[in-house]
């Protein structure tokens, strides 16, 4: 069974910086994670949600949203078997609950689609 769980987040000062962690598990016929996209998705209060940054680990490429771009950056750690979005430069507006989702629904199927439970991200001073 795919799980994800992430953490990392917490009450930082503008300008500061913050790593989330996405732990998977449950992926073993999937070395590295091949064929997964991973997205970080973030929803601030009466907000919709809204993609943050993404991972394609067929294409080996990233995106991000023109909000974080220069500031954020996602990569994957296939030791610890974590999706991290790395966050600098924190702004008041970067307050959310932040979301980690694998998307494998090209390579395995419409039901390789899984999400996590969300981290809280409040930038305050």
């Known amino acids: 069974q795919v799980q994800l769980m992430e953490s990392g987040g917490g009450l930082v000062q503008p300008g500061g910086s913050l790593r989330l962690s996405c732990q998977v598990s449950?992926?073993?016929?999937?070395?590295?994670?091949?064929?997964?996209?991973f997205t970080w998705y973030r929803q601030a209060s009466e907000k919709e949600r809204e993609m943050v940054a993404e991972l394609n680990t067929a294409r080996n490429s990233a995106s991000y949203a023109d909000s974080v771009k220069g500031r954020f950056t996602i990569d994957k750690d296939n030791i610890l078997k974590t999706i991290n979005l790395w966050m600098n430069s924190l702004k008041p507006e970067d307050t959310a609950v932040y979301y980690c989702?694998?998307?494998?629904?090209?390579?395995?199927?419409?039901?390789?689609?899984?999400w996590g439970q969300g981290t809280q991200v409040t930038v305050s001073s």
């Open positions: 449950g992926f073993g016929g999937s070395p590295n994670f091949r064929g997964y996209i």
């Open positions: 989702k694998a998307d494998g629904t090209m390579w395995y199927g419409p039901d390789a689609e899984y």
